[in-house]
């Protein structure tokens, strides 16, 4: 999953078609910013709220995916990090 | 918002264990268009009662802005503390409301009938535990889904068909990876149906993602419009595969705030093609009712017959 993520130029075409990021500009709300709150979560250090509002958040649209140009399995990253983030609490 | 998180985790699961339904409701909401329909047999009609459960999420939305479930801090703790006491006090759905959940579910029975389709229904039907799995908590919906498919063995059946996306997912797709050996057949309404009649002439089509994006029926709605002769209104920055947006129903009860204004954004592209709306999820129907009250936003099940 790391590599995954590694794999983000930060280009920020997912941007333009995420729903929640075009309805609150904020960029952990998006899914660049929510590939860095996931590479948080599964470094395993206390989560503040924004990592937890970030993950909780997306809305598995998969509309990032279908514009993302290194085709980053960016929902299954998401999804991941979110199931760890709440097992551990 | 981890609290609110577990609180709602908290709410669905006891409700679950205790009824098989997510909400504190009246179990009686989810068969009563059944009526005159055979129980049971090896292929059944499940609506996991995703219709009627639909108004009762957006009711429990509601409830939850009022509370401050989505500004954070103190209020949103309080509310969280406060989650079972006002679902078990405020959750119904109005008479209207349950009455078109019940017309849709009649008429997918009516379609699935006229095109030659045997088929039975369970009147106590469990809901799926598609919340659950969206909201991420996944080993509690991989025990409950192993109940849900010792429910359907048991009564003998072998396939499934589904009226919304969600059900339809975590059927297909979810399911097996959770539960060893499952072998039901699913299958989608909208496979099965013919229709030839539809009651508007000219819509604009939202996607459910999990359709356009995951289960790859974009294509077949858009074919029963076209056979039912609804003319179409498309525009690939609205419509396309890629930019359909989400009307933003799976964080309403994470982020009601968040979720509403997703469903405005997306109401607002849509009403630009046309003031008639097509939705193929009762989440989606519901969620873009409430953002743009002056479009009209049918279930296709509603449109063509």
């Not at chain 1, 910013?33 to 970030?54: H, W």
């Not at chain 2, 609290?3 to 997510?22: C, E, T």
């Not at chain 2, 048991?154 to 072998?183: Q, W």
Request: glycine content about 8%; proline content about 5%.
């Amino acid at each position: 999953m790391i590599a995954e993520i590694d794999r983000c130029a930060r280009c920020g075409f997912c941007e333009a078609v995420c729903p929640t990021y075009n309805a609150v500009r904020m960029r952990h709300m998006g899914p660049r910013g929510r590939l860095q709150m996931a590479r948080i979560a599964f470094d395993g250090g206390a989560p503040s709220r924004y990592v937890v509002e970030s993950l909780a958040t997306c809305l598995r649209c998969r509309a990032c995916e279908l514009v993302c140009p290194a085709s980053i399995r960016i929902v299954d990253v998401i999804v991941e990090a979110r199931r760890r983030l709440y097992a551990r609490a | 918002m981890e609290g609110w998180i577990h609180a709602l985790r908290d709410l669905l699961v006891d409700n679950l264990r205790r009824s098989r339904f997510p909400l504190p409701a009246d179990r009686s909401i989810c068969s009563r268009w059944a009526s005159g329909l055979p129980e049971g047999g090896r292929r059944v009609l499940y609506t996991s009662c995703m219709y009627q459960l639909a108004p009762l999420i957006a009711r429990a939305v509601d409830v939850l802005e009022r509370v401050g479930a989505g500004s954070g801090g103190v209020r949103a703790k309080m509310a969280a503390a406060g989650a079972r006491l006002f679902g078990g006090l405020l959750l119904r759905p109005s008479d209207e409301e349950a009455g078109r959940a019940d017309g849709i579910l009649r008429n997918i029975a009516a379609m699935l009938g006229r095109a030659g389709v045997q088929f039975g229904v369970l009147r106590d039907e469990p809901y799926s535990g598609a919340l659950l799995y969206e909201l991420g908590f996944e080993e509690d919906f991989a025990s409950y889904a192993r109940e849900v498919y010792r429910y359907f063995k048991e009564r003998g059946v072998e396939e499934v068909i589904t009226v919304d996306p969600h059900t339809h997912y975590v059927l297909e797709r979810a399911y097996p990876k959770y539960v060893d050996g499952f072998d039901l057949k699913v299958v989608s309404y909208m496979d099965l149906v013919r229709p030839s009649r539809a009651s508007v002439a000219k819509a604009v089509v939202h996607d459910s993602c999990l359709y356009a994006r995951y289960l790859d029926r974009y294509d077949v709605y858009r074919r029963l419009l076209d056979s039912a002769g609804v003319a179409r209104v498309e525009d690939p920055y609205v419509t396309g595969k890629a930019y359909s947006g989400c009307c933003g129903g799976p964080i309403e009860s994470v982020r009601p705030d968040v979720a509403g204004e997703v469903a405005k954004i997306r109401s607002r592209q849509l009403s630009r093609l046309s003031d008639v709306v097509v939705t193929v999820c009762p989440i989606c129907r519901v969620n873009l009712s409430r953002a743009a009250p002056t479009l009209k936003v049918l279930d296709l099940a509603e449109v063509v017959s």
